[in-house]
Nanobody, 127 residues
Framework: QEQLVESGGGLVQPGGSLRLSCAAS????????IGWFRQAPGKEREGVSC????????HYADAVKGRFTISRDVAKNTVYLQMNSLHAEATAIHYC????????????????????WGQGTPVTVPG
């Protein structure tokens, strides 16, 4: 069974850091573009970052550029999101999602990723 599992969320003070992990089972993450999204209470899910399949190009939402880094560990079949200088705006459930097999590029829109989503990991940054 194909599955994505996020971990690494928690409570962190403003200015602090967290590293989120997105681990896959049942399929190879390196063959899929991977996106990270977050959804705050009462708000729509928004794209944070993504990494492509073919050349591991990375893309970031303007709000997180320079503070977040997405990366792959092929051996561990895991994608990470390193989040530094966290603000209260990061308080949300954070999700990872897998795009189609060897899809071209990546987008920070939910439609690009279809139905392949993890269950989410919560991040709380007190305001």
């Amino acid at each position: 069974q194909e599955q994505l599992v996020e971990s690494g969320g928690g409570l962190v003070q403003p200015g602090g850091s967290l590293r989120l992990s997105c681990a896959a089972s049942g399929f190879t993450l390196a063959e899929h573009a991977i996106g990270w999204f977050r959804q705050a209470p009462g708000k729509e899910r928004e794209g944070v970052s993504c990494i492509t399949t073919t050349d591991n190009s990375t893309h970031y939402a303007d709000a997180v550029k320079g503070r977040f880094t997405i990366s792959r560990d092929v051996a561990k079949n895991t994608v990470y999101l390193q989040m530094n200088s966290l603000h209260a705006e990061a308080t949300a459930i954070h999700y990872c999602a897998a795009g189609g097999w060897w899809s071209s590029g990546c987008l920070l829109t939910t439609k690009f990723y279809g139905a392949s989503w993890g269950q989410g990991t919560p991040v709380t940054v007190p305001g």
